[in-house]
């Protein structure tokens, strides 16, 4: 190759030392932590010491009343693959990781809205062992558990990254740009989920740190329900005649191809109502010392429940009959006997809570594609505890609106029915770019007055700014008809949504 | 030499773009006008009264035919850093990347509007408006855009 000339290699060389300072500000995808501070460690072979001795309270199968039976989404029985365990440690907790050779495999079937259509489509899900030990700094003590790490990833992420995502996911490590779901099983039972975002971790609920028996099977339902929006299916593991897991070879059944190699189709499968199926003794704190076969002993509750990072502690912070949730229970039923003939159908399936997996946000909602035209589904609303009363009475009611809208496309049924029964509102969702949540500020913006209808049945004796200005929270002030409003009264508007911290900045 | 001189000036060009931490300078000229396409500036406090100081300095863009508002403000309260605004001379534009709101806006789609301010979302951004340049020195005013946390 012609040696550059030397004005061209002088001028790269500085052109090197201007990008690359700026290229190492740019935070990498999976940011490189800092060497951990190691006070506890667990080696493979102290995990595996653990595993085989504490087998049964991982519950990957259950006999009840005599029959064996897979809990919902636990993989049957498991062969861990030692030669592949991971070690790793962050801070107070050391985990092993290790790939296994399940009975059945899973795979997360979700929709998304395109062109108009519900479109299926299907990822693998991932799973294995973890081993976890975690010292606690004030009795000095170390205690371990393990459970069954659960990876969903998101639709993008599935498509870029083949192979076997669990590889790439350590548990107290590196978690790569992992985009998705992450469920701790233990016992059978789902016990925290963790969203990821390219590797970071954006928000959990947890049942570990639940205080009591009721408010663990509470939180538990809770993360069931967070996953009630995917349908999972279930096959036997298929494995080549060479023992190696066929990771791409399963025929998906929404293709068409209904060609399993000889296996039953996959079932489609779902959390039982009762977690301790054959046990009801168990939605009662347990009075006695012994109990039912085929349940969980005494000792499971107080084994190795832990989490990658337990100090963080739940979003549900607080127990269901706390002052903040009655305050919250009081306003939503007040808005809900005012609109009730609006939300008949809807109404049933909306709980709010306090609590929030965004923690940027005062609210946020377990709200999919699905939701909006399927009345079947449940809807979870989480608000952020710590607001004021106007600031919980604006924001309900702003939600209930969404209620109101979610009803009216829950009742057409398709974007098309929607379009000849309320054309107002599907042209609203389709100019957002299909941004449900955005067409409905749009449309709330056209009919604001309705809100302040809401607001003035359902709270009497409130101040004239709070009917005027805090109707046009949330996001109505994005619209057509704030827009047309004189300037000064817009400023007003934005200045009293500040002033009540309505507004992010 | 030519070939050596495209691979130069590309350099150039991605050192420019990978340097992320850039602020945003938008130069607009306001209109008060319901226009389709517009950015309003807030009826200006005026500096020299101490009970302006406190109230923060509004700005609204638009691009009405595809739904397209967004609000930003600036802090101007007294204590504030940069109370009053930044004054420069307009030269400076020539110094730095600028971004011509007037000609860029009505061109823009939903949502290349959207992405260009979940990009701006991440980086200081100054507003400059026209209309308040005088004698050759202009505002800057560092902004904050204003969204709905619900």
Redesign the interface.
Known sequence: MKR??NI?RL??LI?SA??IP??A??PELHEQEAEPDSRVSLSVEEARRYFESEYRTLSVTKTVNGEDRVPWLMPGDITPMWEKAVESWKGNTASVDVEVIPTYRYKAVRSEFRNGKAEAYSVDVYQKLVVVKKHDDETGEDRMGQYILTLIPDKGYDRSHRGNVAERFINTGDKGSYSGLAVYFCGGLPMRIAWYENGKETGWISAFTAGDTNELLYRVSIIIRELSDIKFLRCLAVRTKYGEDIWDDWDDPWSGDEDYGGQLPPAIVYPEDNPFPGNDDWYEPPETDSYEEGGMSEGDWDSGWMLPDDSSGAVIEEPEVSPEQERINNIASTLESKISSTIENIKDKVTFRIGTPNQ????SSTMTMNDVFDKTTDLTFYIQPGLDETQQKL?LA??YMHLQLLEISRNAGSLGALGRENPELMTAIN???QDVNAGH??YMGSHIDELETMLREAFPGESDEFYEYGKW???A????A???LP??E??KI??Y??NN????? | MIRHLVIFFSFIFCALLSSAQNPVYVVFTSNDLQTDFSTVNFPVPDYDKSESRDQPHMFRLRNRPVKFFRTFYYDNRKDCPDNPPIVKPVSYLDTVEYCDWDKLCPDLTLGEAKALMDEWWEKQVYFIDRREIKDGMMRMYPVLEMRSNY
């Open positions: 550059l000339p061209i001028l790269l052109c201007a990008v700026d290229c500000k740019i940027n946000t005062l609210t924001v702003h939600e100019t957002n770019g500020h749009e929270g949330g996001g002030f994005d619209s057509d704030f827009d047309e300037l000064s817009q400023y934005i200045q949504l500040q911290d309505l507004m992010s900045k």
